[in-house]
């Protein structure tokens, strides 16, 4: 119901209304309009319904009759439901209100599904600034030197440079707020809260060990793989042959430990797997924890 905007707060407990926020700031009476089923959720979590109750379904009046239409203004709001940097620099009044303007023509322009958001924005005249990330080069290379181009999450060789408090929630690009991560580390923190990453991290560090000793052994093998490739290589045009009993010898022990590092790969990637599935779900019990109710 959040993001379908039909909740708005009550004295004690949320309350449904059977028409979304944009129609409520259009000066739409919700209790002229019905809707069953914002009604039917409202009654099975016992909150407030506003609105015009009807047993049975009934045909929709649409502000916006075309349907293709609809489904852009639609698509168009999830973007921004979704978008962290969206929200927090355009008000939702704002917005709805520009949506507004374009669905009575005031703006000449629907949201377009195959355009960007930020154009979509922009057309709507709603600005956002996307580049809150402004770590020059001078300052990237100096993270990297500190830390010696060594993962700080987990230990594994890294060059990306991490803002510790996501960019997008913080906008401090401060060295203080500057560390060194791993492009998979980067990937999974994403824009998690640096101190629930760091208190689940700190509960793996001996998985995190075994992964810094897994690309350790990876790169001492696959190193040893390309010599034992080149050898190869230099044996048969030395010999002028393809084939002898030496060189059928060399290849074999070749498949023999490429054999092994697939193995270890394969191992390694679902140590990979199950750390990131453990990041993923700990930072959605943690979000789900903070809501304060189920829809």
């Given at each position: 119901m959040d993001s379908l905007h039909f909740k708005q707060e009550g004295l004690m407990n949320p309350k449904l209304t059977s028409i979304c926020d944009i129609c409520l700031m259009r000066g739409l009476d919700p209790h002229d309009y019905s809707n069953y089923a914002v009604a039917t959720f409202a009654q099975s979590l016992l909150y407030t319904y506003e609105g015009k109750k009807d047993d049975a379904p009934v045909k929709p009046n649409w502000i916006v009759q075309n349907k293709k239409a609809r489904k852009r203004y639609e698509a168009f709001l999830q973007d921004y439901d979704g978008n962290e940097i969206a929200r927090q620099q355009v008000k939702r009044e704002d917005l709805n209100l520009a949506i507004i303007k374009s669905e009575d023509g005031e703006i000449d322009y629907i949201p377009d599904q195959d355009v960007t958001f930020a154009q979509n924005m922009e057309k709507l005249g709603l600005k956002i600034d996307?580049?809150?990330?402004?770590?020059?080069?001078?300052?990237?290379?100096?993270?990297?030197?500190?830390?010696?181009?060594?993962?700080?999450?987990?230990?594994?060789?890294?060059?990306?440079?991490?803002?510790?408090?996501?960019?997008?929630?913080?906008?401090?690009?401060?060295?203080?707020?500057?560390?060194?991560?791993?492009?998979?580390?980067?990937?999974?923190?994403?824009?998690?809260?640096?101190?629930?990453?760091?208190?689940?991290?700190?509960?793996?560090?001996?998985?995190?060990?075994?992964?810094?000793?897994?690309?350790?052994?990876?790169?001492?093998?696959?190193?040893?793989?390309?010599?034992?490739?080149?050898?190869?290589?230099?044996?048969?045009?030395?010999?002028?042959?393809?084939?002898?009993?030496?060189?059928?010898?060399?290849?074999?022990?070749?498949?023999?430990?490429?054999?092994?590092?697939d193995s270890l790969q394969s191992d390694y990637d679902d140590l990979r797997e199950t750390r990131k599935t453990y990041f993923e779900t700990g930072w959605k019990l943690a979000r789900i924890k903070a809501n304060k109710d189920i829809i």
């Open positions: 996307f580049q809150l990330n402004e770590v020059n080069f001078i300052d990237r290379e100096r993270i990297r030197a500190k830390y010696k181009y060594r993962c700080q999450y987990c230990g594994r060789r890294g060059h990306s440079v991490d803002h510790k408090d996501p960019v997008s929630l913080s906008h401090n690009n401060d060295l203080t707020n500057l560390t060194l991560a791993c492009a998979e580390c980067n990937r999974i923190k994403s824009d998690m809260p640096y101190k629930l990453f760091i208190q689940l991290n700190s509960q793996i560090t001996k998985i995190n060990k075994k992964l810094v000793k897994y690309e350790n052994a990876l790169g001492t093998l696959q190193e040893e793989f390309k010599h034992r490739r080149r050898y190869l290589a230099a044996q048969v045009h030395l010999k002028g042959v393809i084939n002898d009993l030496e060189l059928n010898a060399i290849r074999k022990q070749n498949k023999q430990l490429q054999d092994a590092i």
